[in-house]
T-cell receptor, first 109, second 113 residues
Framework: GQQLNQSPQSMFIQEGEDVSMNCTSS?????WLWYKQDPGEGPVLLIA?????ELTSNGRLTAQFGITRKDSFLNISASIPSDVGIYFC?????????FGAGTRLTVKP | KAGVTQTPRYLIKTRGQQVTLSCSPI?????VSWYQQTPGQGLQFLFE???????NKGNFPGRFSGRQFSNSRSEMNVSTLELGDSALYLC????????????FGSGTQLSVL
């Protein structure tokens, strides 16, 4: 089951705004992953983080592996309409992967 | 490389029936996992197969079962369907059992009437 607390649950923003979301856990994870799911499709891997404190970018997306290894953050800069979707965090420890409940992002043109 | 392929994309069944869903992983990937996704529950882990053996199992009743073939393709079966089984069933593959990156298929949307 889910052990990751992802927030916010949903966001309604204007095109061009920056977005921040985060994921926290009571347990330590060795790898953090961020996925995006478009309507009617499966989640697509956006960013993978492997080390505490690591900051990784993928275009307008930047994610960070928290220093405590119990949290991770995703930022989207200058949002565009195609950023709409559900963003999931996932934490991996050994062979055990847990998912957050997702952040539903709506971008108004 | 082709991505994870799931068939069928959509399925409508009635209560009490059974259903089999199919998943072809990315070529070279030997680990296949199955997830159930519902609006209220998010992604719930069903089971993982690696080298034709179930390696990990989530908290689902025995009506949910699966198997993996020697070519790494996997099937998931749900027997005696209930209304609550309506969900998007996602298959995901990765290269090795301890690999970090999980790649998902587009899912099979199951509706139980």
């Amino acid at each position: 089951g889910q052990q990751l607390n992802q927030s916010p649950q949903s966001m309604f923003i204007q095109e061009g705004e920056d977005v921040s979301m985060n994921c926290t856990s009571s347990s330590i994870f060795n790898t953090w992953l961020w996925y995006k799911q478009d309507p009617g499709e499966g989640p697509v891997l956006l960013i993978a983080l492997y080390k505490a404190g690591e900051l990784t970018s993928n275009g307008r997306l930047t994610a960070q592996f928290g220093i405590t290894r119990k949290d991770s953050f995703l930022n989207i800069s200058a949002s565009i309409p195609s950023d709409v979707g559900i963003y999931f965090c996932a934490g991996l420890r050994g062979n055990d992967m847990r998912f957050g409940a997702g952040t539903r992002l709506t971008v108004k043109p | 490389k082709a991505g994870v392929t799931q068939t069928p994309r959509y399925l409508i069944k009635t209560r009490g029936q059974q259903v089999t869903l199919s998943c072809s992983p990315i070529s070279g990937h030997r680990s296949v996992s199955w997830y159930q996704q519902t609006p209220g529950q998010g992604l719930q882990f069903l089971f993982e197969y690696f080298s034709e053996t179930q390696r990990n199992k989530g908290n689902f009743p025995g009506r949910f079962s699966g198997r993996q073939f020697s070519n790494s393709r996997s099937e998931m079966n749900v027997s005696t369907l209930e209304l609550g089984d309506s969900a998007l069933y996602l298959c995901a593959s990765k290269e090795g059992q301890l690999d970090e990156k999980l790649f998902f298929g587009s899912g099979t949307q199951l509706s139980v009437l």
